[in-house]
């Protein structure tokens, strides 16, 4: 599974036969990829026609592309602030509130996250074939869709130090631009022109996998909005800035104290932990069907309706694993 994070033309629509090289050496003699494109065919063929976008098929003779489109930037956080707004709907009818849960198209957000995500991982599982993600910059959808796709293949990527791990990897190393993304919360009046809550929507697909496979993820639902919360406003260094280079010039590891290392203390990891865990070393394939994917209430409705007989409930469940 490989992810872009450049367009596979240079400047100027010309050859880049340096990529060419270089996916031509990943397939051997007669295998076959494929390339997910995160763009719609229109947008990939709008790119090229301004000097990016998408090399001619006769250059990569061995890959076959498929367009996913996933939204990003204002879109995408236009749907968020929809959402947001009619939770926050102080007396709707069942009526009024199931329009405007519609017409703010999250859940469908969450339904092309987890497909495309999906198409990646039967590519790699069922076709036995090479896996490239290609989106607009590689620091988006591109992530989005190579980190589920390693959630739903790899059980190491579902206990709590390989989700961490593969965060660190696909999100902050691979250069996911927090700083610009989330800089204000989506109750905010201003509105910033790079805004979009990419890494919430991975977060709300990593709640429906866990949702359907309440067994098979060692971490519960406190530890996906401890890292929502962190993501938008947090004491830690760990999402700060926009990449690497960023956080080595500001002296991020030097001057900040890690995530990682306040959650993995043993009397806060274990907090974050699925007392039902069990481990599954198989591939977990989600539902996207309409009826499967629901709407994440202990982050958008947290405000909102009360959370003690969840978390009575949850100690419960604990109390009882560990009697048996």
């Avoid at 872009?4 to 007669?30: A, F, V, Y």
């Avoid at 109750?187 to 929507?201: N, V, Y």
């Avoid at 639902?221 to 080595?248: P, Q, V």
Wanted: with cysteine; glycine share 6%; net charge neutral.
């Amino acid at each position: 599974l490989l992810r872009s994070s450049q367009p596979l033309t240079g400047p100027n629509r010309r050859r880049c036969r340096e990529d060419e090289k270089l996916l031509g050496t990943i397939l051997d003699e007669g295998e076959r990829g494929f390339i997910i494109d995160t763009r719609s065919a229109q947008a990939a063929k709008q790119a090229r026609m301004g000097g990016g976008g998408t090399e001619p098929k006769s250059s990569y003779p061995q890959w076959r592309r498929l367009h996913r489109a996933l939204e990003r930037g204002r879109p995408l956080q236009e749907s968020f602030i929809r959402l947001v707004e009619a939770c926050s709907d102080p007396s709707p009818s069942m009526e009024r509130w199931l329009g405007r849960l519609e017409s703010s198209r999250w859940l469908g957000h969450v339904k092309a996250a987890l497909s495309t995500a999906c198409l990646a991982a039967q590519c790699l599982d069922r076709e036995d074939s090479k896996v490239l993600v290609h989106g607009a910059e590689g620091t988006d959808t591109t992530l989005l869709v190579t980190a589920l796709a390693q959630l739903i293949l790899d059980p190491s990527c579902r206990t709590l130090e390989g989700f961490q791990g593969l965060l660190e990897r696909e999100w902050i190393q691979a250069g996911h631009p927090f700083q610009l993304r989330c800089a204000r919360s989506a109750s905010s009046h201003a509105r910033g022109k790079q805004e979009a809550p990419l890494f919430l929507l991975f977060l709300d697909c990593v709640w429906q996998l866990s949702r359907q496979f309440p067994l098979s993820l060692e971490f519960g639902e406190r530890l996906l909005l401890t890292l929502f919360d962190n993501a938008y406003a947090s004491a830690y260094g760990t999402f700060l800035c926009n990449n690497e280079r960023e956080r080595s010039l500001c002296k991020v590891k030097e001057s900040t104290h890690s995530l990682w290392a306040w959650l993995n203390q043993p009397e806060e990891k274990q907090k974050y932990l699925n007392p039902l865990y069990s481990h599954n070393p198989l591939v977990i394939w989600p539902s996207v069907e309409p009826q499967s994917i629901q709407l994440w209430q202990g982050l958008f409705l947290r405000w909102i309706r009360p959370s003690q007989h969840l978390e009575e409930a949850w100690v419960e469940i604990q109390r009882l694993v560990e009697g048996n």
